[in-house]
Nanobody, 117 residues
Framework: QVQLQESGPGLVKSSQTLSLTCTVA??????????WSWIRQPPGKELEWIGY???????NYSPSLKSRTSISRDTSKNQFTLQLSSVTPEDTAMYYC?????????WGQGTQVTVSS
């Protein structure tokens, strides 16, 4: 059973950097052919893919967020981390981490992040 758990502050001030960590149990983030992703859902809106870090350590980001996004990993802790800089209230959302093969198959429960103006 693969389990993902998001952690990080629930409140961030505008212009600061949002930092969230996903801790994975039951699978290694270096296992071939899996991509470890961040996805968010603003209130009243659809899910939005933010980016991923792959099993090899390569990363890929949504074009709309690329300039503000960095995803890194700590293989010794089996964790990966999202950093989103220069946040605004429009970045308020439920943030999820997920494992993706051809499609997301395991998700964290999500963590609410609110950006205050």
């Amino acid at each position: 059973q693969v389990q993902l758990q998001e952690s990080g502050p629930g409140l961030v001030k505008s212009s600061q950097t949002l930092s969230l960590t996903c801790t994975v149990a039951g699978a290694s983030i270096t296992t071939n052919d899996y991509y470890w992703s961040w996805i968010r859902q603003p209130p009243g809106k659809e899910l939005e893919w933010i980016g991923y870090i792959g099993y090899s350590g390569s990363s890929n980001y949504s074009p709309s967020l690329k300039s503000r996004t960095s995803i890194s990993r700590d293989t010794s802790k089996n964790q990966f981390t999202l950093q989103l800089s220069s946040v605004t209230p429009e970045d308020t959302a439920m943030y999820y981490c997920a494992r993706i093969a051809s499609a997301p198959d395991y998700w964290g429960q999500g963590t609410q992040v609110t950006v205050s103006s």
